[in-house]
């Protein structure tokens, strides 16, 4: 059976960077993955919370959350800064919340 993984392309990626995303994608197929990519991907919320607009940064890192807690799968972020920012700052935004917590360690 083969292996899925969920895609979260973020912003960055999306916006600036597309190839990094396309390259990512095929590198992961080439592996032998399925690539699942959510709809309505938004942002890591990295420029929110450098902004210090925490608020923001919390509604957009709960979206995330959500979206990417529906699926029970490894989570590849292409852009280090944005996986940073899920594995290591959504808990912190999210009071360290269990559940939040378990879903933002499988980001890979």
């Given amino acids: 059976m083969t292996q899925q993984v ?4 973020s912003c960055l990626v999306e916006h600036i960077y597309p ?4 390259d990512s994608v095929a590198l992961l197929e080439h592996c032998g993955f399925e690539v699942l990519f959510p709809k309505f991907q938004s942002c890591c ?4 919370y450098n902004s210090g607009a925490k608020d923001q940064a919390q509604e957009v890192a709960k979206q995330t959350i959500d979206l990417l807690s529906k699926y029970d ?4 972020v292409p ?3 944005c996986a940073d920012m899920i594995k290591k700052h959504f808990p912190l935004l999210m009071n360290r919340r269990l559940s939040l917590l378990n879903a933002c360690k499988k980001s890979v």
């Fill in 19 to 22: 190839q990094v995303g396309l």
């Fill in 73 to 76: 799968l490894p989570v590849v």
């Fill in 45 to 48: 919320a990295q420029p929110a």
């Fill in 79 to 81: 852009s280090a800064s």
């Fill in 6 to 9: 969920v895609f979260f392309s």
